[in-house]
């Protein structure tokens, strides 16, 4: 067995092969070869075809491609232009005006697209030339998308969620109803702030929007129904018990395709550049659970969990000494690495220490997702930053960092809340199942 010293040097091997421009599942795969042939030899290395089958030969993992595939028809579809639309009819009287908008939209449209940067590029294009043109705050503008954005990992259904749920073996359908209330909480915090901010500095909304007419209100409420019903349709299949997460995203693909179809937007082009685009997340996706699988399977030889777990014993530390050292743990390491490849590269030694301490899987899931949410939009590696700069294509990119870094601090009073008070994730599983 090795000593954590030695679980320290691994990891921060991995880290300096990702900060020197190697892929994410590149530097896992060499950090658990070169692990295994120094301390095991040559024996089990030749165990990798096999592990790499066992780990992707999941059907749950069928869902990950299935939820990317639908997101990319909705934005493909103009989906997202029409809620836009919607929400600030009915938001834009509100102190703080259209900005409210970009969370509820990124709110709704998270729900239906399960990721974070699909829901900030799409709600990016539709909401920065409409603000700029009303002379809004530049950097508020840009902080409110990438953290709405952000919301898209939360919010059920979460291919993030999927990913933890099958590398822990948890239940994806807890793990979704755990989403779900403190994404709506999360979503109303962002909101109460965007009031704060416009009652101390009115002049960041520009100037007050008249309403508009009930008639023309109600008539554009319409285009809020698709993302509402193909959520209610994926996430009420599952908890009915007529459907497992996987076939849930079947049928929310056929709803999408239904979506787009009745617009008239389902075109070959349509489908072809949604298939491209669904192929290429989802292949760097799996890629790197390979990697990861592996890198799991021979930390778990070499006995690293259980040596973690005995040092940490022998501190004395309690549970909440444990959440707040994580918090800060996955608080600097989301500055250096990708979210996704963040959660996946750590499972392997935290989780088991996470079990140990008696916190409960499902409630450290939803934890770990608001971690690598805060992840998303903290410098220099936050996805969502660059995804709205780019879509913005000018000024710099520190506007967005100080544009976001209001949020940052919300979701991390947040995460202590959550930390406080866990029945707010636990509640809605407890009721449904």
């Known amino acids: 067995m090795i000593g954590v010293g030695g679980a320290v040097l691994g990891f921060v091997m991995m880290l300096t092969m990702m900060l020197i421009g190697l892929p994410v599942a590149v530097a896992m795969f060499l950090t658990a070869l070169i692990g295994a042939w120094t301390l095991m030899g040559w024996p089990v290395l030749t165990t990798f075809g096999s ?10 993992l069928t869902a990950i491609p299935l939820f990317v595939f639908l997101g990319e028809i909705l934005v493909r579809s103009g989906v997202a ?28 449209f998270a729900a239906v697209s399960g990721s974070s940067v699909a829901t900030a590029a799409t709600i990016g294009n539709v909401a920065l030339p409409i603000l700029a043109e ?12 990438a953290a709405g954005a952000t919301l898209g990992i939360l919010i059920p259904p979460s291919i993030n969620m999927i990913i933890y749920g099958s ?21 109303g915090c962002f909101m109460a702030l965007i009031i704060g901010i416009a009652l101390v500095k009115p002049g960041v909304a520009g100037p007050v929007m008249p309403a508009r007419p009930w008639n023309e209100k109600l008539r554009n409420l319409l285009d809020v129904l698709p993302p509402l019903v193909i959520f209610a349709v994926v ?59 592996f890198l799991n399977f021979v930390i778990g030889m070499l006995g690293i969990p259980q040596a973690l777990t005995r040092a940490v014993a ?18 600097v390491l989301g500055c250096f690495m990708e979210t996704l490849s963040m959660m996946i590269a750590t499972l392997p030694v935290v989780f088991p220490l996470v079990l140990h301490m008696g916190i409960d899987p499902v409630w ?37 960092i100080w544009g976001a870094l209001p949020f940052v601090l919300m979701m991390l009073a947040f995460t202590l809340l959550l930390i ?13 199942f």
């Open 314 to 331: 022998n501190t004395g530390a309690g549970p909440l000494g444990i959440l707040l050292l994580l918090m800060v743990f996955y608080l």
């Open 235 to 293: 996430m009420g299949v599952i908890y009915a018990g007529w459907a497992t997460p996987t076939e849930s995203a079947a049928i929310g693909v056929v709803a999408a395709l239904a979506v787009a179809l009745f617009r008239r937007k389902l075109t070959l082009p349509l489908l072809h550049e949604a298939m491209i685009s669904t192929v290429r997340i989802s292949s760097m996706i799996l890629l790197i659970m390979v990697g990861a699988q």
């Open 167 to 187: 590398m822990t073996n948890t239940s994806i359908g807890q793990l979704f109803a755990a989403g779900l209330v403190p994404g709506i909480l999360l979503t």
């Open 81 to 108: 232009e029409g809620l836009y639309r919607s929400l600030s009819d009915w938001l834009r009287r509100l102190p703080g005006g259209l900005l409210h908008s970009n969370i509820g939209a990124s709110t709704f």
């Open 420 to 432: 406080a008070w866990p029945s707010m994730v636990l509640w809605l599983p407890g009721l449904l």
């Open 134 to 145: 009303r002379k809004y705050d530049e950097r508020l503008t840009a902080g409110t998308i």
């Open 364 to 400: 450290f899931g939803i934890f770990l997702v608001l971690m690598m949410e805060i992840g998303l939009i903290t410098p220099p590696i936050g996805m969502n930053l660059y995804i709205v700069q780019g879509v913005r294509m000018r000024g710099s990119i520190m506007d967005v």
């Open 51 to 60: 592990q790499m089958w066992s780990g992707q030969n999941d059907f749950i």
